[in-house]
């Protein structure tokens, strides 16, 4: 006889999805700290995707409208780049998102030390734990960074119509656009992973024991 | 002939703690052998050693030395995936607290080792609803625990225990957060799937009215054992203590 247990993926992603829905409100609040940060890394750069247009379109005048909106942009420069300052900040702040996302999911790990020591005393291995957190953080970090690049996209959209005017709405590069909402909620899952890794470990490495030690 | 096969089996089991600098001996020393099929109770002071003795029959823990047999298995010799299988498919765990799955239903909590064993969903679902029904549960397999009481958590605890038709079920205080007549309700289960399925109850408990259904009793006291009585020994016993 084989002596495997197994779990099949289709099954996990039910129980990871369940599990989402279930504590839907802790998974928010898990999940917002990154949604905040994508935001602000997308808002940033469709802000700066947007200055550029209005730098090639708007000639000389540019310069004096994109100094009045706050850029720092020197006149002869003929693009936007991140500025150092900018690229600082947005570091900073996806650091800050993937402390806060350790934090939750730690806590989230304690909480549900008894239902994963019974999870292991019905014979889930190690990589079961491990495979169900990071399916949950995967579901989180997409979901999750996705809505907080769209918000940052919506928002720089909204900001910059009402600094340059409607007319700088035809002139964007929309594909650019999308393009950076996909990168930036490609960064947001890999830092949800990046977040889930230790707790999803120590979850995985729980000796099963203690779940019978628990006391409440 | 089932009734003289061991089931489990420890030889001189010793189990120490570190505590600080301070080595504390639980178990000192443990010979036991319990047959297939019987009814065991294991009672115990708190503090006996009577949970950590429960720890290692479950294959939960290791002993510092001396050896557990399970089914003539040597679970030291086991790997993670051998220790996986067995707690899965040769033991059914039953807690005090309970310990289903908040976020699942209760036949979902029933089903969960029968998907862990590699069994299809529609077979799972069919097996675990007659489970559900063996425990007086099967028109609440939709609902999550925190609907249900503490007595039917534990009902469909026992029927979880119960899903891969494992050979031994281990009981850790399974009566103690119930009330008086649910209690009894859960000790009347676990003896009649005993006597129906030829399962080995183990039992970890202070509840006397455990005694009752027990085959043997096994007494712990300061990390060895303090007696074994027999079923009818027990009687005797019994009509002393009240």
């Known amino acids: 006889m084989d002596r495997l247990v197994e779990l099949p993926f289709g099954k996990s992603v039910e129980i990871a999805y369940k599990s989402i829905r279930a504590r839907f409100f802790r998974s928010l609040i898990t999940t917002l700290s990154l949604v905040l940060a994508i935001a602000f890394l997308c808002y940033v750069q469709t802000g700066n995707l947007i200055a550029e247009a209005v730098l090639q379109h708007n000639g000389e005048e540019a310069y004096r409208i994109l100094e009045r909106a706050g850029y720092d942009i020197e006149p002869g420069a003929t693009s936007i780049g991140d500025s150092a300052k900018q690229r600082w900040i947005i570091i900073l702040s996806l650091l800050v998102c993937v402390v806060g996302i350790v934090n939750a999911q730690l806590m989230a790990v304690t909480e549900r030390f008894r239902e994963i020591g019974t999870m292991k005393c019905l014979g889930a291995l190690n990589r079961f734990i491990l495979r169900l957190f990071v399916l949950e953080a995967s579901i989180q970090g997409l979901a999750g960074a996705f809505a907080g690049a769209m918000i940052g996209a919506v928002f720089a959209l909204i900001s910059s119509t009402f600094q340059f005017g409607s007319t700088v709405l035809a002139s964007l590069p929309y594909t650019q656009v999308a393009a950076t909402i996909g990168a930036a909620t490609a960064v947001g899952c890999f830092l949800s992973l990046a977040g889930v890794t230790y707790p999803a470990i120590k979850a995985a490495t729980m000796e099963p024991v203690e779940a019978m030690r628990v006391e409440e | ?242």
């Open chain 2, 1 to 242: 002939m089932t009734e003289q096969h061991a089931i489990i089996r420890t030889t001189n089991v010793v189990k120490t703690f570190q505590l600080g600098r301070h080595q504390l001996e639980v178990l000192k020393g443990i010979s036991l052998t319990i047959a297939a099929g019987r009814y065991i109770s294991i009672m115990g002071p708190s503090g006996s050693g009577k949970s950590t003795l429960f720890n290692m029959i479950g294959g939960l823990d290791k002993p510092t030395s001396g050896k557990v047999f399970i089914d003539e298995v040597d679970i030291a010799q086991l790997d993670a995936y051998e220790l996986a299988w067995l707690r899965c498919r040769k033991i059914g765990y039953i807690f005090q607290t309970f310990n289903l799955i908040p976020v699942m239903t209760a036949l979902e909590n029933v089903t969960l080792p029968m998907i862990f064993a590699g069994t299809g969903n529609d077979e799972a679902v069919e097996r675990g609803m007659e489970l559900l029904r063996t425990v007086g549960l099967a028109d609440r397999h939709s609902h999550k625990p925190s609907e249900l009481s503490g007595g039917q958590q534990q009902r469909v605890a026992v029927a979880r225990a119960l899903a891969n038709s494992p050979a031994i079920i281990l009981a850790d205080e399974p009566t103690g957060n119930l009330d008086l007549t649910t209690g009894e309700e859960i000790i009347n289960l676990l003896k009649q799937m005993s006597t129906e399925r030829g399962v080995t109850i183990i039992s970890a408990t202070h509840d006397f009215k455990m005694l009752n259904v027990s085959d043997e009793v096994i007494w712990i006291r300061d990390g060895m054992v303090d007696k074994i009585e027999q079923r009818e020994e027990l009687n005797i016993s019994i009509g002393t203590i009240e």
